[in-house]
């Protein structure tokens, strides 16, 4: 699948089948977080790959979107360096960017995949770092459920040239 199909024909993949993804597999998909830009280049991004079926399952049971960790067989968590980052508030533009990069990575991939939004609500992010026992500095951002999709949404037509603007509203 070439970048442009995948930009236009990625979907939020809720029902996985139950097979695992490989080790190597969800390193590379790290690997296009990685890539994504940040400002600076000063990447304060980090991941944790979640297999571990009792977190998955907590984590589906406190957050009300993310039922679908019930049957992922993985996820990606990407946290934000406030160290790292270029400057104050920074760092959750730079980990949108990686948040990105996976789902689009994942779809080329033929993976299925949904982001999973925990910044800024407050309290999912606090849960996340007990849960993921993040020291004080790195902060939840995004989950991205992770699978082989048992589903094929429709893909909608969303292009609005009544959105688009030309050197001035």
Known sequence: MDALDALLTRRSIRKYDDRELPNDLLEELIKYGMYAPSAC???PRHFIIIKERKLLNEIADFHPNAKMLKNAPCAILICGDEIKAHDKGYW???CSAATQNILIGAHARGLGAC???IYP???RIATMKKIMNLPDH???FSLISLG???ETPRIPQ???ASRIHLNAW
Request: proline content about 10%.
């Open 148 to 150: 082989y999709p048992a």
């Open 121 to 123: 609500r407050e309290e």
């Open 115 to 117: 982001w999973l939004g």
């Open 138 to 140: 790195i902060h939840a």
């Open 158 to 160: 969303r292009f609005d």
């Open 41 to 43: 280049n000063k990447q």
């Open 92 to 94: 959750p533009v730079d």
